[in-house]
């Protein structure tokens, strides 16, 4: 694996192209990441700017992973759930540039994902993907465990349908009563 740093990612013009850059370019291979081929610039920035400025707010955890300068790979953990659930995160947006797949980018994300759930009190973790050409056996590799499968849920970015896969994870044994 490339000497990878992974670090939260703030708002600025620079992130957000590169996020956006990555988003498109996801899509265009593919990638079943909530948005349709072809991915227009101004959608994947209004994404972004979005979705960066809950996590100013504390609503998320945007991390991204540097390969040197380059942005080559992202994973959100979405905190912002309903009021009877503060022990849980989603794992959202899990994207690796195509350059940088199967050199463990992923799986570096996800633990740094599970490292910041827990520092944020939260030990259960669940996430989604499609039932085809997803990242199930990333999921399953690292301890995510299936819930089940919903057939037909989501049209693929290139055509077509797809069924989705849910997974949890629980991150401790014990879970704290809360407050």
Do not use: C
Request: charge should be negative.
């Amino acid at each position: 694996m490339p000497d990878i740093e992974i670090k939260p990612l703030s708002p600025s013009p620079d992130i957000r192209a590169s996020l956006s850059e990555i988003l498109i370019e996801a899509v265009a291979h593919g990638g079943s990441v909530s948005f349709m081929h072809p991915l227009h610039q101004e959608v994947a920035n209004a994404f972004w700017e979005k979705s960066l400025a809950a996590a100013a707010r504390g609503e998320r955890i945007i991390l991204g992973a540097f390969d040197g300068d380059q942005l080559v790979g992202t994973v959100t953990l979405v905190l912002d759930l309903a009021l009877n659930q503060p022990h849980r995160a989603e794992i959202v947006k899990m994207i690796t540039r195509v350059s940088h797949r199967g050199r463990g980018v992923a799986k570096a994300l996800l633990y740094a994902a599970e490292r910041v759930a827990i520092d944020h009190g939260r030990w259960l973790l669940v996430l989604d993907t499609a039932d085809d050409e997803g990242a199930s056996g990333l999921y399953e590799r690292v301890g995510f465990k299936l819930a089940g499968i919903i057939p037909d849920y989501a049209y693929k970015p290139l055509g077509g349908m797809t069924g989705t896969m849910f997974y949890w994870k629980r991150l401790q044994n014990n879970a704290p009563t809360p407050a």
